[in-house]
């Protein structure tokens, strides 16, 4: 079965950097894209951006640019989020997600935004930016 545990998430100031972690198992790598989504109080799930497993392309939502990276240790099965200068606007529940599909910079944000594209869901991490 496909699990992606995520972890790392906390309090932190205004700021601050945060890195999540997604560990995966039960799939072959290669295969799949996996992401990152966050889930803000009272807001709708929004996409923060997504790695190919396949070649190790990356891609963010245009809002994520520039404060978020996200990178992979094939090795460890494990995927993360790396957050710089937080905001309390990212004060959200991070989920890691899961697809075995192709992900390309022509489809990515066309799909890849949409969580019902993401076959798999992990349970979710709380970050909050204390102001």
């Known amino acids: 079965d496909v699990q992606l545990q995520a972890s790392g998430g906390g309090l932190v100031q205004t700021g601050g950097s945060l890195r999540l972690s997604c560990a995966a198992s039960?799939?072959?790598?290669?295969?799949?894209?996996i992401g990152w989504f966050r889930r803000a109080p009272g807001k709708e799930r929004e996409v923060v951006g997504c790695i190919s497993n396949h070649d190790g392309s990356t891609f963010y939502a245009d809002s994520m640019k520039g404060r978020f990276t996200i990178s992979s240790d094939n090795v460890k099965r494990t995927v993360y989020l790396q957050m710089i200068s937080v905001r309390p606007e990212d004060t959200a529940v991070y989920y890691c997600?899961?697809?075995?599909?192709?992900?390309?910079?022509?489809?990515?944000?066309?799909?890849?935004?949409?969580?019902?594209?993401?076959?798999?869901w992990g349970q979710g991490t709380l970050v909050t930016v204390s102001s």
């Open positions: 997600v899961a697809v075995r599909r192709e992900i390309y910079s022509a489809n990515w944000y066309h799909k890849g935004s949409k969580p019902d594209w993401w076959t798999y």
């Open positions: 039960g799939f072959t790598w290669r295969d799949y894209a």
